[in-house]
Each structure stands twice: as structure tokens, then as C-alpha cells.
């Protein structure tokens, strides 16, 4: 190769990073195009090449940029529960974590009693006996909607069962279980397609795409896990840490 070939792709590459890169080389976190935040901590950090920079995770977040999912909260978490020699979970069972019960035998289960007491007007049932709620008026606080038929809307557990159960859950008795799947502090009444989207997800796996409620619904998250003593793994703590502060800028 001739030197002034050399010097040409020297030149080319010198080129090519730049066109890459931000001219702002005192960036401590990425935005890669997809919207995800990345500080020196996370594993693609020097991956991302094509990115917007910003000086801080609380900046990149409130610009609408989100954090990295962890690659599997629960397999991380039985990873680190084999090296120490424990066992963190057994087998999820839904059927072990008994909800929408009815306690005061008035023929409306927990569901259907949160429908009445959320609705913002009074509510008309499906039939005379005034078991079933038919329509309402529901504010969503994950989609910023409002909702009229009680069918298009999920109860969802803020803290899912299925992450209970891995965080600690799997060792409770039958009714501490049930007071957890029926706890109002648990509970709250949403777009049924944003609640299977969430599925069983932590914090660090899934916000509601209401910019507007996430720092409050961390916060409800993180209110029913210290309520019910649920163990969060090393991971899980720092991306939380991270949300908390981002939240304290705003």
C-alpha cells in the first residue's frame, strides 16, 4: 500500500466517524435512534455509534429517551441466587395467587367493585342484579384516555403476580398471595392492550408510554414492593436509582 493511499483512508475514516458521531465530545450518555439512553454502565454504550448526545440520564429521559431493558430480570435473578447457593424461585402458577375474589358475598368481585369506585359517574350494570358493570367513565392513566365500556379496560396489578412470585412471592402462603392479587394499592383500572403489553415486566422492562404518570407510577411500584418486602436483584436497584433521580429534575 502507498503512503498516499494510507493517508486517504486515514482521511475516509477520520470522515466517516465524524458523520457518526456528535461534534460535542463532552457527552456522558447516548440516545441511539431507537430511543434508548445509555451511560458508560451500560453494555452498549460503545456500540452505539450513531446517537444524540446528552449530558446526564435525567436529561437523555426527559428528552423522551428510555433506559435499556435488562436482558432478563428473572434469569439474571436465578443466576445470581444458583452462585450463592439459594434458591430464588419456584415454578409461576397463576392459579396460586387467587384475585377478583368476592369477600363480602354481594355478587361483585374485585374488578367490578373498582369499576364503581373509580368511575368519575355513576355506573349502569349489564343486568337488574347490579353485579356486572356495563359502562362508566374511567380515566386511564397509562394512555391519558378515558373509557366508557368497562370492557375495553384491564384491572392491572402494578406490581404483576408473576414478578411477586419471582421476587419473593413464591414462598408466601395462599392468603397473603390473595391479599396481594386484591390489594387496592396494587390495582388500577387501564386499556386492556397496555396491560397484556406489560405482562409480568419490572421497571426496568416497561414505563406507560403516558410520559406525563411515569415518575408517579414508579413510585406506586416501588410503594407495593417495600409494602410486601419483594427482594429486587443488583440490576433491577440501579436502573430504579436512576428513574428516582431522573424524577427529582423534573
Known amino acids: 500500500m502507498t503512503v498516499r493511499n494510507?493517508?486517504?483512508?486515514?482521511?475516509?475514516?477520520?470522515?466517516?466517524?465524524?458523520?457518526?458521531t456528535p461534534s460535542d465530545a463532552n457527552y456522558v450518555v447516548k440516545k441511539s435512534r431507537s430511543g434508548i439512553c445509555h451511560d458508560s454502565s451500560s453494555t452498549y454504550f460503545d456500540q452505539t455509534k450513531s446517537f444524540e448526545a446528552f449530558q446526564s440520564?435525567?436529561?437523555?429521559?426527559?428528552?423522551?429517551?428510555?433506559?435499556?431493558?435488562?436482558?432478563?430480570?428473572?434469569?439474571q435473578a436465578e443466576k445470581e441466587a444458583l452462585n450463592e447457593g439459594r434458591i430464588f424461585t419456584g415454578e409461576y402458577d397463576r392459579a396460586d395467587w387467587p384475585h377478583w375474589i368476592d369477600d363480602d358475598?354481594?355478587?361483585?368481585?374485585?374488578?367490578?367493585?373498582?369499576l364503581i369506585s373509580a368511575s368519575s359517574i355513576p355506573?349502569?350494570?349489564k343486568?337488574?342484579?347490579?353485579?356486572?358493570?356495563?359502562?362508566?367513565?374511567?380515566?386511564?392513566?397509562?394512555?391519558?384516555?378515558?373509557?366508557?365500556?368497562s370492557t375495553t379496560l384491564d384491572l392491572?396489578?402494578?406490581?404483576?403476580?408473576?414478578?411477586?412470585?419471582?421476587?419473593?412471592?413464591?414462598?408466601?402462603?395462599?392468603?397473603?398471595?390473595?391479599?396481594?392479587?386484591?390489594?387496592?394499592q396494587n390495582l388500577l383500572l387501564v386499556k386492556a392492550s397496555l396491560n397484556r403489553q406489560k405482562g409480568a415486566k419490572g421497571l426496568d422492562e416497561w414505563l406507560p408510554p403516558n410520559h406525563a404518570y411515569?415518575?408517579?407510577?414508579?413510585?406506586?411500584?416501588?410503594?407495593?414492593?417495600?409494602?410486601?418486602?419483594?427482594?429486587?436483584?443488583?440490576?433491577?436497584k440501579r436502573v430504579i436509582s436512576k428513574m428516582h433521580n431522573a424524577c427529582k429534575m423534573k
Not at 63 to 75: D, E, I, T, V
Not at 127 to 148: I, K
Not at 159 to 172: E, M, N, R
Open 156 to 184: 392491572d396489578h402494578i406490581v404483576p403476580l408473576k414478578f411477586a412470585h419471582g421476587h419473593g412471592g413464591d414462598k408466601w402462603s395462599r392468603d397473603k398471595r390473595k391479599a396481594f392479587a386484591n390489594d387496592p
Open 57 to 75: 440520564i435525567e436529561t437523555c429521559l426527559n428528552s423522551g429517551g428510555r433506559l435499556p431493558k435488562a436482558s432478563s430480570a428473572y434469569q
Open 6 to 20: 494510507s493517508i486517504l483512508i486515514f482521511l475516509l475514516s477520520i470522515f466517516a466517524f465524524s458523520c457518526s
Open 105 to 114: 358475598s354481594d355478587c361483585q368481585n374485585t374488578r367490578h367493585e373498582m
Open 214 to 236: 411515569r415518575c408517579k407510577y414508579i413510585a406506586k411500584f416501588m410503594e407495593v414492593v417495600d409494602k410486601y418486602a419483594l427482594q429486587l436483584i443488583p440490576s433491577e
Open 127 to 149: 343486568t337488574d342484579r347490579g353485579c356486572q358493570v356495563a359502562v362508566g367513565e374511567w380515566y386511564d392513566p397509562y394512555s391519558g384516555d378515558t373509557f366508557t365500556d
Open 123 to 125: 355506573v349502569e350494570f
